[in-house]
């Protein structure tokens, strides 16, 4: 009883974060601040043990001015006398180091996101400007070259997660020890334990939330020498000289790592690739532009992404919005390019019109060259057809011998108004023709025009012009 009446509160929180999971010794060390390293002959001064009244004479009499108390996330084999990543033994813990200056978020608000994760964390210590967080295991780990890299590649991840210091995800790390003092700058702040929940997590659950985690806590923006934003994007064009449309560039140049709202990586890359995608662009030309100008935007936070896996998720991210959206695409002519045309190609568009993916109306006057148009001839008892639009010489568009009927050509897959489109350019150069040959003997349409007799008629006459009944013969269509 006595005992625990005279042990450090910094003794008694080491016992319970390795008391149930852990067997070797606890590293602690009292290092001079940063300012003050002249000040002694001897900056670290350390201990390893397990025994309570130990930790306890030790915090007692390093816990001064222009000094700090720190212990170890994990314990040190027997006898170490350093600590290192070779020398740690066993790994008891995920841990973050938080430091409100370098987040976005106010501290209330970095309490309240920690409360509200998936897995909240076990212990929460306020370090007089920051929190050390802690996510305890239910089993340590043995500590091998394997699982230490395992481990601060979790470390990495958690980091991102809460807007932490990267330079703490290692295994070695040191952190203030509770009920001792931050006394840098001349201050005397007490680091006090906010947050004890007493829940300790499997390594596989963790490491399955950090894998999918979103960030929660976001780390403002990194500044150049004027403390102005850096522009990842601009960064890119002047090393790669890479271009794209005005709104593009705007994204891209607002797109931070762990950034706000729509500033984000993800949320960039969604409506980039769409943008691109809807001028034209194609998925081999999207992916490397959005991959590289993620990798500028990650900076030093992307040294430990897996960047294929990336590149396969902006590539899917692409496929998926196509499928989506396969009638939406429209080339812009101002800042689209079309790849150019193969030999073979250019002969078929040339010939058959096929390069756009559609069937074009053959007997529009003036929408094709007059050698792609289909001749549309009208015969009177036997004699001699003209034709229907004289684009051409007669001499260079010879009438077959046999070519008594009117024909026209319906091109597979053409809607119902072309053949509309069809039958008024027949209808106008018939009424050219009639005006040209007033002795043909015909009937009148309800406009007043006389109609040539044509032998495909219906004896009461078609009402609707001889195109659509031509339309009818030579296509099978029975409405149009």
């Known amino acids: 009883m006595s005992e625990q009446q005279h042990m450090h509160p910094g003794a008694e929180f080491l016992r319970k974060v390795f008391g149930p999971s852990t067997e070797h010794p606890i590293y602690i060390c009292s290092l001079l601040n940063p300012n003050a390293r002249d000040s002694e002959p001897t900056n670290e001064r350390f201990v390893t043990t397990r025994d309570m ?5 030790f915090a007692c009499k390093w816990d001064r001015p222009r000094r700090a108390l720190y212990w170890a996330v994990n314990t040190v084999k027997p006898n170490a006398r350093r600590r290192c990543k070779e020398n740690v033994s066993e790994i008891n813990c995920l841990h973050a180091d938080i430091d409100f200056k370098a987040i976005i978020e106010t ?3 970095a309490r309240r996101a920690l409360r509200q994760l998936m897995y909240p964390p076990t212990i929460v210590n306020f370090t007089g400007h920051g929190l050390h967080v802690l996510w305890l295991f239910k089993e340590a780990i043995e500590a091998t070259p394997e699982s230490i890299a395992e481990v601060e590649a979790l470390l990495r991840l958690l980091a991102d997660h809460v807007g932490a210091d990267l330079q703490a995800a290692e295994v070695a790390r040191l ?3 509770p009920a001792s003092h931050n006394t840098k700058n001349g201050e005397w702040l007490e680091v006090l334990t906010e947050l004890d929940t007493g829940r300790r997590y499997m390594f596989d659950d963790l490491r399955d939330w950090l894998e999918i985690a979103r960030p ?3 780390r403002k923006p990194k500044t150049n020498g004027a403390g102005e ?12 000289g890479f271009h794209v449309p005005i709104d593009v560039e705007a994204r891209l140049r607002d797109m931070r790592y ?5 500033s984000g990586i993800h949320a960039t890359q969604l409506a980039v690739s769409a943008s691109l995608l809807l001028r034209g662009e194609s998925v081999e030309s999207v992916v490397p532009t959005l991959l590289d100008a993620t990798r500028v935007a990650a900076g030093s936070f992307g040294e430990n992404w897996n960047w294929r896996r990336e590149e396969r998720t902006i590539r899917a991210m692409c496929e998926t919005w196509l499928a ?8 812009d002519p101002e800042t689209h390019t079309p790849p150019p045309l193969k030999e073979a190609e250019i002969s078929d568009k040339a010939s058959r019109g096929k390069a756009r993916g559609r069937a074009e109306a053959t007997a529009e006057p003036g929408s094709e060259p007059a050698e792609q148009r289909e001749p549309v001839e009208e015969t009177a008892d036997g004699g001699s057809a003209a034709a229907a639009t004289p684009a051409a010489p007669a001499a260079s568009q010879p009438r077959p011998a046999n070519h008594t009927r009117p024909m026209v050509r319906i091109i597979a897959g053409q809607l119902p108004n072309a053949v509309m489109q069809s039958e008024r350019a027949l209808i106008r150069g018939v009424s050219d023709l009639r005006a040209r040959h007033p002795d043909v003997p015909g009937h009148r349409n309800p406009g007043g025009e006389r109609w040539p007799q044509h032998q495909g008629h219906q004896a009461q006459g078609d009402r609707r012009g001889p195109a659509a009944a031509m339309a009818r013969r030579g296509s099978g269509l029975h409405q149009v």
Request: charged share 30%.
């Open 229 to 240: 934003p850096v522009d990842p994007f601009l960064a890119l064009a002047q090393r790669q």
């Open 107 to 109: 501290p209330d608000e």
């Open 53 to 57: 009244r130990d930790i306890t004479g």
């Open 324 to 331: 989506k959206h396969p009638f939406e695409i429209r080339p």
């Open 175 to 177: 952190l203030r020890l």
């Open 258 to 262: 762990q950034g706000p709202g729509d």
């Open 216 to 218: 929660a806590l976001h």
